[in-house]
């Protein structure tokens, strides 16, 4: 009768296997991917503020890996929210704290405040005629989705060899 060597650390290896590949290269390979997504977005934005308040975190779960572009909190993420979704008309007035409790017409009745606007005195309220959006992360990630999971890809092809894993347990420049 044949025999067989081996079957229990045949098991043991394969049982390891997803462990591995999710620690060691699945993360590393969204990264990657998420890279190709944020240069997009980047190049897309027409803020330097917003450009630099980008960036891509990922997290790992229990059996499922997401990387995540996003803007980080401060004046980059309100020019962000205001270019990626434009505003609507409306008016720009003195903060209600500086008021001192006064209406808009008891200001002007009285204390003759006013808002300077590019050297320009332009009054107590203004209108702003709103702001038409200029999309810049769905739309990076529409234009350059596949190039980005052939990046995952790629890495996963380095990664994964015939002689085994070969990557570190924690993927290069992690942010979260």
């Known amino acids: 009768m044949a025999t ?33 997504i944020l240069a997009e977005a980047k190049e897309r934005s027409v803020s330097s503020d917003v450009d630099d308040a980008l ?33 609507d008309a409306h008016f720009i007035t003195i903060a209600k704290e500086e008021r001192g409790g006064k209406s808009v017409s008891r ?35 529409d234009i350059k989705g596949a190039d980005a999971i052939a990046a995952a890809q790629s890495y996963i092809n380095a990664h994964v060899t015939p002689s085994g894993i070969v990557a570190s347990a924690e993927p290069e420049g992690d942010d979260a």
């Not at 079957?7 to 890279?35: Q, T």
């Not at 990387?67 to 979704?85: D, F, P, S």
């Not at 590019?118 to 038409?132: D, L, N, R, S």
């Open 55 to 87: 960036v891509m975190r990922s997290k790992a779960e229990a059996g499922r890996i997401t990387v995540k572009i996003t803007v980080r909190k401060g004046w980059g993420r309100a020019i962000a929210n205001w270019l990626e979704y434009g505003t």
């Open 107 to 141: 200001i002007n009745a009285s204390d003759k405040r006013t808002m300077i606007i590019g050297g320009k005195f332009v009054g107590e309220t203004v209108w702003h005629p709103g702001a038409k959006p200029h999309p810049f992360l769905r739309p990076s990630l």
């Open 4 to 36: 067989s060597r081996g079957g229990a650390e045949v098991r043991r290896f394969i049982k390891r296997l997803p462990g591995e590949l999710e620690k060691k290269v699945l993360r590393g390979a969204a990264r990657a991917g998420g890279k190709i």
